[in-house]
């Protein structure tokens, strides 16, 4: 665990999750969004990452890329969740997927350049958000971009797996499995079983 | 020296073996167990309610090894617990996936708790299509049976009157969700059944065990045994008994017979020590599980047993059937889009089934003979996999998300197919396993009607989920490999007719009296419905017998 020193010990301590997080060198936002330590935050600042697999080039670009996908905005998104880390994590340990991934940056990289003739992190949000719309709608797909579509797709997988396996995942989506219930929990609209007035309070 | 015998030797530890344990020891029996693998830590081996974020790989596993693992049910939280040391092959196009639980209590630890009775419909179903023949047994005689293993292993469910279906002994169901209320509309204006499954797990404290608490992780082993498994109701009656001698690790290798042709113990592999070990005793139980039963058997070959012991018919590995699982139909519920979240994934999954409604009145009234049945599902879940069949990126793709989140639905299919020719199980005559031991060699293919039923799905559930006012997003493709429903059964099967069944309508094999088969190898093929409350029924029945046999005197010691 070189570079962690005392205040990542510190951390494992309070978490108590040492037999876990013990094995992932670097890992310092993922523990942070594990929260193990009831719903307070604590007020460590996190260590830098060191990427297992990523260069720090490609760790930023998986960064801008995952927190574009999840944003933080009125609750946390990928950032605060620690997705970047899991990327390279899980990329690390899957000798299958980092040929793609790598190959998929590169192609990010090069389709910024050709456009904007800067690399991604270097854009505008405008720009990058201009890139990225048309991998990811299917009604603005343009032609010549096939190799973009699937990296997009790749990333956003791991991006999904990242965040909603989070405890800032479950809690976004405020996962029923975070509590437990006395009783078989039972429909209670009772006089509308289509359920064709009930309110849809989540905008 | 005198070589211990006990009065029966016990191969398993499964839904079959542990009841038949449990019966022995408590009639008086000595009993010696042989478990192929370890006894289960719940609280290392299980779930435990840890969470994806407490898991190296977030609960999804190493990729490195996803490609070994037998998919849904052997994942991070309890792959330890499932057998991957003991290869099988298969047949050239044939496809099979095996997943085995050789741990002590076998799949009970782990099992979708899907409760139905078998019925006359089933029994009968030979003489009422003309395909195959009808089992040696009907309802009325097997139904007082079913009554007592319900009420020892508590099932939830309602009457539903309904003699495809047969109703039993239950406790209160589970409730039905929003979504359950929203598709039985649906169903119901199709005219297709939706009702509450029967469910064997524990609404209310029952025989000691306590309740349920609804988190949801039901096929990652519970954490209090709040539903059937051999571990919790089984073992530690017939341990309290002091008869049973329970060997873990001991992966069966033949069955012993005498110059008669008579069992007269097992030889197994004790798998610390890798040494081959015997053990006698005046009678044996084959439990091992459909496939890995035939497999002994077959590997138990003699002067007297050439073809493996008990295999004077030939149909010894044989008839093998399999349901057809598959997701029929895929899509959504406008009316919960944006709703808060609901405890949808309660009961992992078993709350509600569609129970077969083909074929009732008229036996060719479908394209297809005999039925299946379906199970609905999903709602809010663990993780919202739904997300991947969505445009998009950004603050409006993650409030989209949180919006659908408890609108997904599912319909999954379980077919059964028909015996045929080209289904068996056979030893490969060149792979061995780390032990020297011929393995399993599977033979399979769909069949035509059983190919029918799963069209069939796709057109009845995408017109429920319309009636419902659903969205249909997908229809399934191809259905999940052979194997995948764990539901195989019939490679010992039963019949009065010694030429043609491997036992009697006991489980008795008709070559070796001493010898008895339980689990669902003796079924003669597979249903609408699941196995396992079968397999305990038939069981608890052929173990009976089998004690009725001691009194007798029909089973001497050698």
């Known amino acids: 665990m070189a570079g962690q020193g005392i205040q990542r010990r510190e951390i494992l301590r309070i978490l108590g999750t040492a037999a876990a997080v013990a094995q992932f060198p670097g890992f310092s936002k993922w523990t942070f969004a594990c929260g193990h330590v009831g719903n307070a935050v604590l007020q460590i600042k996190p260590a830098a990452y060191n990427p297992q697999f990523f260069t720090a080039a490609e760790y930023a670009l998986v960064e801008r890329l995952s927190e574009m996908i999840i944003p933080s905005d009125s609750t946390p998104g990928a950032r605060e969740a620690g997705v970047a880390e899991f990327i390279d994590f899980m990329v690390a340990s899957d000798p299958d997927s980092q040929y793609p991934f790598r190959t998929g940056l590169t192609w990010m990289n090069a389709h910024s350049e050709r456009w904007f003739g800067k690399p991604f992190v270097d854009l505008t949000p405008e720009q990058q958000i201009s890139l990225l719309e048309p991998l990811a709608y299917k009604d603005k797909t343009r032609p010549g971009e096939g190799d973009g579509r699937i990296f997009f797709r790749q990333i956003r997988e791991f991006t999904l797996n990242g965040f909603y396996t989070s405890e800032i995942g479950f809690k976004e989506l405020d996962c029923p499995s975070l509590k437990m219930y006395a009783e078989s929990p039972e429909c209670p609209h009772k006089d509308d079983p289509e359920h064709l007035h009930v309110s849809h309070p989540i905008s | ?558």
């Open chain 2, 1 to 558: 020296m005198p070589k211990q015998v006990y009065d029966v030797i016990v191969i398993g530890t499964g839904a079959g073996g542990g009841m038949a344990i449990k019966t022995l020891c408590e009639a008086g029996l000595k009993v010696c167990a042989l478990n192929a693998g370890r006894r289960l830590d719940p609280e290392k081996d299980f779930r435990f309610h840890r969470m994806p974020w407490e898991m190296k790989f977030r609960g999804l596993d190493d990729p490195k090894r996803r490609g070994e693992s037998y998919g849904y049910l052997d994942n991070e939280y309890t792959k330890a617990a499932w057998e991957h040391e003991i290869p099988f092959t298969t047949a050239p196009g044939t496809k099979w996936m095996w997943p085995r639980c050789f741990s002590v209590g076998g799949k009970t630890n782990f099992w979708g708790r899907s409760s139905a009775r078998f019925g006359d419909i089933d029994f009968r179903a030979a003489s009422l299509d003309g395909y195959d023949v009808d089992w040696p047994i009907t309802h009325d005689e097997i139904g007082p049976y079913y009554t007592r293993v319900e009420k020892m292993i508590g099932v939830a469910s309602t009457v539903q009157n309904r003699p495809s279906n047969p109703d039993g002994s239950y406790l209160p169901p589970f409730h039905f969700r929003c979504l359950d209320r929203i598709l039985e509309a649906g169903s119901n204006k199709v005219g297709v059944p939706y009702l509450p499954d029967r469910c064997a797990q524990l609404t209310q404290p029952h025989e000691g065990h306590p309740a349920c608490h609804f988190c949801g992780e039901c096929t990652t082993g519970c954490d209090v045994g709040a539903f059937f498994s051999t571990p919790y109701f089984l073992l530690p009656k017939a341990e309290a008994t002091k008869n049973l001698e329970l060997r873990t690790n001991a992966l069966a290798k033949n069955i012993l017979t005498d110059e008669n042709g008579h069992a007269r113990g097992v030889a197994y592999i004790d798998r610390k020590s890798k040494q081959e070990v015997e053990v006698y005793g005046r009678a044996v139980v084959v439990a091992a599980s459909c496939v890995e039963s035939a497999r002994i058997m077959l590997n138990s070959k003699s002067r007297l047993h050439p073809n493996g012991v008990a295999n004077s018919s030939g149909q010894l590995g044989r008839n093998l059937c399999d349901h057809l699982y598959g997701e029929s139909v895929r899509g959504y519920l406008p009316q919960l889009v944006g709703r808060p979240p609901f405890p949808d994934h309660v009961g992992d999954s078993t709350i509600a089934w569609m129970p077969r409604w083909q074929n009732l009145k008229d036996p060719h009234e479908e394209k297809f003979i005999r039925g299946y049945s379906v199970y609905p599902d999903g709602g809010c879940q663990d993780f919202p996999g739904f997300a991947t069949g969505l445009d998009g990126f950004g603050s409006s793709y993650k409030r989209d998300i949180k919006r659908r989140y408890p609108s997904p639905v599912s319909f999954g299919i379980q077919a059964p197919t028909l015996r045929s020719d080209t289904n068996y199980v056979d030893l490969d005559p060149e792979e061995k396993d780390p032990y020297g031991i011929p393995v399993a060699r599977l033979h399979f293919q769909w069949d035509d009607n059983v190919l029918k039923m799963w069209d069939h799905s796709k057109q009845v559930c995408a017109d429920v989920l319309r009636a419902a006012g659903g969205v249909v997003e997908d229809i399934g493709d191809e259905p999940e490999m052979p194997g995948f429903s764990l539901h195989e059964t019939g490679t010992c099967r039963m019949g009065n007719d010694p030429k043609h069944f491997v036992t009697n309508r006991f489980g008795q094999t008709h070559a070796v009296p001493n010898l008895y088969v339980c689990d669902a190898s003796v079924f003669l093929n597979c249903t609408d419905k699941t196995t396992t409350i079968s397999i305990l029924t038939f069981s608890l029945r052929t173990s009976e017998y089998l004690i009725e046999n001691f009194r007798r005197g029909e089973h001497k010691a050698a």
